[in-house]
């Protein structure tokens, strides 16, 4: 069990350092750029992730305040959720307006009928020889 243990950790420890790199914006690498890092993490895959916690990386909060996610969020190219995005709001409001007055033109093409049925029915009621 520890000998497998000894290949474990490491392993991890390699991906690990392997997905931090690949996840870290290119002006958050220090001293080389984020290949050469890559390189160095697959390659010495003991000393390497070590080599890379310890020094490839700012830890600190980069001037500004920005972090990864935040520059994700302002590079954004679509909106997310339909919520999100004013033109999808705005068309849903218009295509409900819409759907409203063709209810209206429907309720009322309906009283009109049912008047001409009453009115058809009061006919046929006021002279019962004629059928």
């Known amino acids: 069990m520890l000998r497998a243990l000894l290949y474990i950790?490491?392993?991890a420890l390699t991906i690990y350092a392997f997905i931090d790199c690949l996840n870290t914006p290119e002006d958050e690498a220090k001293h080389l750029p984020k290949v050469a890092w890559i390189f160095i993490i697959l390659l010495f895959w003991?000393?390497?992730p070590i080599v890379w916690f310890a020094a490839g990386k700012m830890r600190h909060?980069?001037?500004g305040g920005r972090t990864p996610s935040e520059w994700h969020r302002n590079h954004r190219t679509q909106w997310v959720a339909p919520d999100d995005n004013p033109e999808f709001l705005k068309s849903l409001r218009d295509e409900n307006?819409?759907?409203?007055?063709?209810?209206k033109d429907w309720e009322a093409d309906l009283r009109r009928r049912e008047e001409e049925l009453k009115k058809g029915e009061q006919d046929e009621g006021d002279d019962p020889k004629k059928s």
């Open 9 to 11: 950790l490491p392993l």
């Open 46 to 48: 003991i000393v390497g």
């Open 61 to 63: 909060a980069p001037a």
């Open 97 to 103: 307006k819409k759907d409203e007055a063709l209810l």
